[in-house]
């Protein structure tokens, strides 16, 4: 891998009249022609549709969801067809869109959380969608034809908000992380929708020890990074070696990355060539790579530091999010409303 030595900001995107909170690209664009596209959701209680126009490669502003959220939106994730949208909101609901020609519709709102919805996020295949919220709940919902959604579990372990939920890219295996300093794995055991969890990932096996805020996995899904409120990122492996019985590695603790932010980590990304973005408080966007100079290491992989940018934003950093496409593209959202597009090149 020919290692980036610039981030390159391409553009500024304005249009959101509050913090913009979340982002998610569209999974099934960047290919075959089809413009790239993401979503961005914002305390201003809208969602929007931004797309790359081919011809002069600057980002539009396609659709403003509105009228639907009447609090803050929190989190948004597109099904892996890239046909439906949820948005999560503080309202305690969930949307689900459906694009319809260009044009979005609202085609169903999943109800229960007793109050805010913190994130939301779909399995592999589609078939699934799991939110979490400040009601200390992680809720598992099948998606059914003709745009039914029905819950088939609701997940109570977590002693406080939980701030994100996470599918894994090959398992049926979902990632809850909370304001109770933990991340909880949850297995279902196959046939009844009886989900449990299976493994707690706390300060005790060298965890976090303040608010988890987001989790990533590597391409292949045997690597994890969380990051948290205690300044630090850390990495986690499963060994299918280890697998137990019934089918689940369990995680363990790789390395700590610390002293690279002095404020709150809120999000973190593993890109599809294994850069980790992370995004914070201070204002910055740092890269990691895996450090492979180290031959003979004993204790596992470590990591370092690739490119950092200060004062990526005026402001906090919400979320960052490397692109499905080709190109190594990151879109950062900050308190500050604004949305950044940068890519990461080698020149």
Same mark, same amino acid.
């Given at each position: 891998?020919?290692?980036?030595?610039?981030?390159?900001?391409?553009?500024?995107?304005?249009?959101?009249?509050?913090?913009?909170?979340?982002? @998610?690209?569209?999974? @099934?664009?960047?290919?075959?022609?089809?413009?790239?596209?993401?979503?961005?959701?914002?305390?201003?209680?809208?969602?929007?549709?931004?797309?790359?126009?081919?011809?002069?490669?600057?980002?539009?502003?396609?659709?403003?969801?509105?009228?639907?959220?009447?609090?803050?939106?929190?989190?948004?994730?597109?099904?892996?067809?890239?046909?439906?949208?949820?948005?999560?909101?503080?309202?305690?609901?969930?949307?689900?869109?459906?694009?319809?020609?260009?044009?979005?519709?609202?085609?169903?709102?999943?109800?229960?959380?007793?109050?805010?919805?913190?994130?939301?996020? !779909?399995?592999?295949?589609?078939?699934?969608?799991?939110?979490?919220?400040?009601?200390?709940?992680?809720?598992?919902?099948?998606?059914?034809?003709?745009?039914?959604?029905?819950?088939?579990?609701?997940?109570?372990?977590?002693?406080?908000?939980?701030?994100?939920?996470?599918?894994?890219?090959?398992?049926?295996?979902?990632?809850?992380?909370?304001?109770?300093?933990?991340?909880?794995?949850?297995?279902?055991?196959?046939?009844?929708?009886?989900?449990?969890? $299976?493994?707690?990932?706390?300060?005790?096996?060298?965890?976090?020890?303040?608010?988890? !805020?987001?989790?990533?996995?590597?391409?292949?899904?045997?690597?994890? $990074?969380?990051?948290?409120?205690?300044?630090?990122?850390?990495?986690?492996?499963?060994?299918?070696?280890?697998?137990?019985?019934?089918?689940?590695?369990?995680?363990?603790?790789?390395?700590?990355?610390?002293?690279?932010?002095?404020?709150?980590?809120?999000?973190?990304?593993?890109?599809?060539?294994?850069?980790?973005?992370?995004?914070?408080?201070?204002? @910055?966007?740092?890269?990691? $790579?895996?450090?492979?100079?180290?031959?003979?290491?004993?204790?596992?992989?470590?990591?370092?530091?690739?490119?950092?940018?200060?004062?990526?934003?005026?402001?906090?950093?919400?979320?960052?999010?490397?692109?499905?496409?080709?190109?190594?593209?990151?879109?950062?959202?900050?308190?500050?409303?604004?949305?950044?597009?940068?890519?990461?090149?080698?020149?």
């Amino acid at each position: 891998m020919e290692l980036a030595k610039e981030l390159r900001e391409i553009q500024t995107l304005e249009g959101h009249t509050d913090r913009v909170w979340s982002l @998610a690209w569209n999974p @099934a664009t960047g290919v075959a022609g089809i413009p790239l596209s993401f979503a961005s959701c914002s305390g201003d209680k809208t969602v929007r549709i931004w797309e790359q126009n081919p011809s002069t490669s600057s980002w539009d502003c396609k659709a403003v969801l509105d009228e639907t959220h009447t609090r803050t939106v929190r989190s948004c994730a597109w099904s892996p067809s890239g046909k439906l949208l949820a948005t999560a909101s503080f309202d305690a609901t969930t949307a689900i869109w459906e694009n319809v020609g260009g044009d979005y519709e609202c085609v169903a709102s999943l109800e229960g959380h007793e109050n805010e919805v913190k994130s939301v996020c !779909w399995n592999a295949s589609g078939s699934m969608l799991t939110t979490c919220g400040r009601d200390k709940t992680v809720w598992v919902w099948e998606a059914l034809p003709g745009n039914e959604f029905d819950c088939v579990s609701v997940l109570q372990g977590h002693t406080q908000d939980v701030k994100m939920v996470q599918w894994h890219p090959t398992r049926n295996l979902i990632f809850s992380c909370s304001y109770d300093n933990t991340v909880k794995i949850w297995a279902d055991d196959g046939d009844d929708d009886d989900w449990a969890c $299976v493994q707690t990932l706390g300060e005790a096996n060298n965890g976090h020890s303040s608010t988890v !805020w987001a989790l990533s996995f590597n391409a292949s899904g045997d690597k994890m $990074v969380t990051c948290s409120d205690d300044l630090t990122l850390k990495i986690w492996g499963s060994d299918d070696a280890k697998m137990s019985a019934d089918g689940f590695a369990p995680w363990r603790h790789l390395c700590t990355l610390s002293g690279y932010h002095d404020r709150t980590i809120f999000s973190v990304h593993w890109s599809r060539d294994n850069i980790i973005a992370s995004g914070a408080a201070d204002d @910055a966007i740092k890269f990691f $790579v895996e450090n492979n100079d180290q031959d003979g290491l004993v204790d596992g992989p470590s990591y370092k530091l690739l490119l950092r940018k200060e004062n990526a934003h005026e402001m906090d950093i919400n979320s960052v999010q490397w692109s499905p496409g080709e190109d190594r593209v990151l879109a950062s959202a900050s308190d500050d409303g604004t949305i950044k597009i940068w890519e990461l090149t080698s020149e």
